[in-house]
């Protein structure tokens, strides 16, 4: 999909959550004996012209690839949840920062575990449109973990800035 529409993951004719980002997470050496909690994921907006605003997205979806298949499986109906994949928590943003918090994922060694973050925009922005919407990691601060700590390599991790258009008559 190359641009979010207006009303994308909340109206019955589009209602599936458009995925912005897969996260990987492993556990290295893969001979380590212990495994690691995370227990909270920041996500932030880049910041880019005609930003979409906070509100306008209404919802961010931290999403478990339950079937480490690496493909984003929403739900099959509006309303509904995923039957494969399982939405482990939602959030919103405040101050251009959505916060993924009281999380309790375990990973052990020599089992990554794949993660979607997806987005729902509103049926009724209040940033004129089109604009831009786009996220990022910057650090590894941004992933709080109980037990072992988070490589530094490879951050920050950024989505390319997809337009938001509004949605096309019917």
């Known amino acids: 999909k190359t641009s979010l529409l207006q009303g994308d993951g ?3 004719i589009t209602y599936l959550p458009v995925p912005m980002m897969r996260l990987t997470f492993s556990l290295l050496p893969p001979t380590y004996s212990s495994s690691t909690v995370i227990s909270q994921i920041q996500v932030a907006k880049i910041t880019a012209p005609n930003a979409l605003g906070d509100t306008d ?16 499986q929403p739900e099959a109906a509006f309303g509904q949840q995923p039957t494969v994949d399982q939405v482990i928590a939602t959030t919103t943003f405040v101050s251009g920062v959505a916060t993924f ?22 049926t009724n922005p209040v940033t004129p449109l089109p604009a831009n919407l786009g996220l990022h ?34």
């Open 10 to 12: 909340n109206l019955a």
């Open 137 to 170: 990691l910057v650090s590894p601060s941004q992933i709080t973990v109980n037990g072992l700590g988070v490589a530094s390599n490879n951050f920050s991790i950024n989505t390319s800035t997809s337009p938001v258009i509004r949605q096309p008559a019917i």
């Open 57 to 72: 997205v209404t919802e961010l979806e931290l999403v478990y690839d339950a079937n480490g298949d690496g493909v984003f």
């Open 101 to 122: 918090a009281n999380l309790n994922i375990t990973i052990a060694p020599s089992a990554p575990k794949n993660f979607f973050v997806a987005v729902r925009i509103s």
